[in-house]
């Protein structure tokens, strides 16, 4: 076992960026907070949607640039659907 963290967050973050993976800080030892649930949640998101964007992985600017880039997405679309009709 580890006393001392080998890999920082921000390597880490880093890291599964550049791979499109997860990263979860994660504890066996804390039943609670741990993280475990979180990171099975997320690993069985990325399988069933493997083209989806790994939002665990992003800071609070990424997530809202990519909120804002889905809504327009879906207005772009909307639109289309509209110009098709009647």
């Not at 921000?10 to 475990?36: C, D, N, P």
């Not at 889905?70 to 509209?82: A, G, P, S, V």
């Amino acid at each position: 076992m580890y006393q001392f963290e080998e890999v920082s967050n921000g390597e880490g973050l880093a890291f599964a960026k550049e791979l499109r993976s997860i990263y979860k800080r994660t504890s066996a030892k804390v039943a609670q907070g741990g993280g475990i649930d979180d990171l099975f949640k997320a690993i069985g998101k990325q399988f069933l949607h493997p083209d989806s964007e790994i939002t665990s992985n992003m800071t609070k600017e990424e997530l809202k640039n990519q909120g804002e880039k889905l809504r327009r997405e879906k207005i772009i679309k909307n639109e289309k659907k509209k110009k098709n009709c009647c």
